[in-house]
T-cell receptor, first 111, second 112 residues
Framework: DAGVIQSPRHEVTEMGQEVTLRCKPISGHNSLFWYRQTMMRGLELLIYFNNNVPIDDSGMPEDRFSAKMPNASFSTLKIQPSEPRDSAVYFC?????????FGEGSRLTVL | DQQVKQNSPSLSVQEGRISILNCDYTNSMFDYFLWYKKYPAEGPTFLISISSIKDKNEDGRFTVFLNKSAKHLSLHIVPSQPGDSAVYFCRPPIQGAQKLVFGQGTRLTINP
């Protein structure tokens, strides 16, 4: 298995633009997590899906952020409009029951 | 209005023994709960959850018990290990548009 796959690996955009980050979890994993990592706040849980259903989105910082999981093999995290303070590395992770497997992250820079 | 309450801000346990962390809630309509673990300078990580249709959920060394009549849940860690030293939070699910907060958390320290 290729592991958790995230795209793009790097994204540089201008403030106000829409950003869409994508994640393909490990096949068979029924839980998917989106995290954001910054120097100031460390690793923050943004949202968590179980069987494609959003369970806990309390970490989503504000309405500009939205996440979807239309099927078991794909999820998106969208920021619209993006702001410079959204610059961070965004991680996707999946699990079946036990260890959490992380993707390699998407580094977002908003100018 | 705090919907979950962890009355013990800190707990110290000997390595190898059982750690029991408690959480009380007020809303009997909650249908599941989640426990998170947080190390210093890191974000909280999901640990274990329990649905209200069960009274127990076990995952390795971690077991969560739910007592619906008492509106009480507890997280048991056995055997406790030094790496379990962290702050533990319990929380209920999101209810509609309401943004819920974590409990105060319990700082667990495992002593060698």
């Amino acid at each position: 298995d290729a592991g958790v796959i995230q795209s793009p690996r790097h994204e540089v955009t201008e403030m106000g633009q829409e950003v869409t980050l994508r994640c393909k979890p490990i096949s068979g994993h029924n839980s998917l997590f989106w995290y954001r990592q910054t120097m100031m706040r460390g690793l923050e849980l943004l949202i968590y899906f179980n069987n494609n259903v959003p369970i806990d989105d309390s970490g989503m910082p504000e309405d500009r952020f939205s996440a979807k999981m239309p099927n078991a093999s794909f999820s998106t995290l969208k920021i619209q409009p993006s702001e410079p303070r959204d610059s961070a590395v965004y991680f996707c992770a999946s699990r079946e029951s036990g260890e959490l497997f992380f993707g390699e992250g998407s580094r977002l820079t908003v100018l | 209005d705090q919907q979950v309450k962890q009355n013990s801000p800190s707990l110290s346990v000997q390595e190898g023994r059982i750690s029991i962390l408690n959480c009380d809630y007020t809303n009997s309509m909650f249908d599941y709960f989640l426990w998170y673990k947080k190390y210093p300078a890191e974000g909280p990580t999901f640990l274990i959850s329990i649905s209200s249709i069960k009274d127990k959920n076990e995952d390795g060394r971690f077991t969560v018990f739910l007592n619906k009549s008492a509106k009480h849940l507890s997280l048991h860690i056995v055997p406790s290990q030094p790496g379990d030293s962290a702050v533990y939070f319990c929380r209920p699910p999101i209810q509609g548009a309401q943004k819920l907060v974590f409990g105060q958390g319990t700082r667990l320290t495992i002593n060698p």
